[in-house]
């Protein structure tokens, strides 16, 4: 019987402090994979704090990073610091993220420009810092979004960039085949996190009524399926978008 284990490969998950990326961390870490917890340094330190936490209930094999995924050289230097930790980069889980929630007639450039900048740009400059150590077998886990299929109202500016996600896993698995690297992506429906949970109720309500399993889905349910695609059982796969939602258009 085929189980998973990823022994001697280290993931390296942007936005890893909490919610999805958190849940994504513990799982491939319960695998085998040194984790680095990659986090965005605020003026409060709470993200680091965060990012702390994660690490300390991990223990040995994890490794919290700060880097900011809109700076190139921030991402370069944290890809250089795991492999001088670990020897070795395997795994990209590109999961950072923000919202900037506003209808399209209220929406500022500021918050259509920092949605993108993060969401999509961010995940561009994560690739693009990481591919030269991912050797063959490598794996790309790009985590897009329902928004980016339904466009919730709201939301042009985090559906835009989730769509973006999307098309560029399909790109960069093209790209990369020659290298035996494999891209894939994730797009979550509303997950149980504090993103989540900060929904207006109306519309959380509103939203449940569409998926047909009735419920919102717990964090660790999406990092389960990005381990699937980190491993082997999954080296047929690539240039895919999971999409992991309840069935909310079954």
Same mark, same amino acid.
């Given at each position: 019987?085929?189980?998973?284990?990823?022994?001697?490969?280290?993931?390296?998950?942007?936005?890893?402090?909490?919610?999805?990326?958190?849940?994504?961390?513990?799982?491939?870490?319960?695998?085998?994979?040194?984790?680095?917890? %990659?986090?965005? &340094?605020?003026?409060?330190? $709470?993200?680091?704090? +965060?990012?702390?936490? /994660?690490?300390?209930?991990?223990?040995? #094999?994890?490794?919290?990073?700060?880097?900011?995924?809109?700076?190139?050289?921030?991402?370069? %230097?944290?890809? &250089?610091?795991?492999?001088? $930790?670990?020897?070795? +980069?395997?795994?990209? /889980?590109?999961?950072?993220?923000?919202? #900037?929630?506003?209808?399209f007639k209220k929406m500022s450039d500021a918050e259509w420009q920092d949605v993108m900048d993060t969401n999509l740009t961010g995940v561009f400059n994560s690739c693009k810092a990481a591919v030269g150590s991912l050797g063959p077998g490598g794996a790309i886990v790009n985590i897009a979004s329902l928004s980016a299929v339904t466009g919730f109202f709201g939301q042009a500016n985090y559906a835009s960039a989730k769509a973006g996600v999307m098309t560029l896993t399909k790109v960069l698995s093209k790209e990369l085949a020659r290298s035996k690297i494999r891209v894939n992506a994730v797009a979550p429906g509303v997950v149980d996190t504090e993103m989540g949970q900060s929904i207006p109720e109306e519309n959380r309500k509103a939203m449940l009524a569409n998926v047909p399993l009735g419920r919102f889905a717990e964090p660790h349910e999406i990092g389960d399926v990005v381990l699937f695609l980190c491993s082997?059982?999954?080296?047929?796969?690539?240039?895919?978008?999971?999409?992991?939602?309840?069935?909310?258009?079954?």
């Open positions: 019987m085929k189980t998973i284990d990823l022994s001697g490969k280290t993931a390296l998950i942007t936005g890893a402090g909490q919610g999805i990326g958190r849940a994504t961390a513990q799982t491939l870490h319960a695998a085998g994979a040194n984790t680095v917890i %990659n986090y965005f &340094e605020d003026a409060e330190g $709470t993200n680091q704090k +965060l990012a702390e936490q /994660v690490v300390a209930e991990l223990g040995d #094999r994890a490794l919290a990073v700060a880097a900011d995924v809109r700076r190139g050289d921030e991402l370069s %230097n944290m890809v &250089e610091t795991t492999v001088q $930790t670990f020897g070795t +980069l395997d795994i990209l /889980v590109n999961n950072a993220g923000i919202l #900037r929630d506003r209808s082997d059982m999954a080296s047929y796969v690539t240039g895919q978008t999971l999409h992991v939602n309840g069935g909310w258009w079954a």
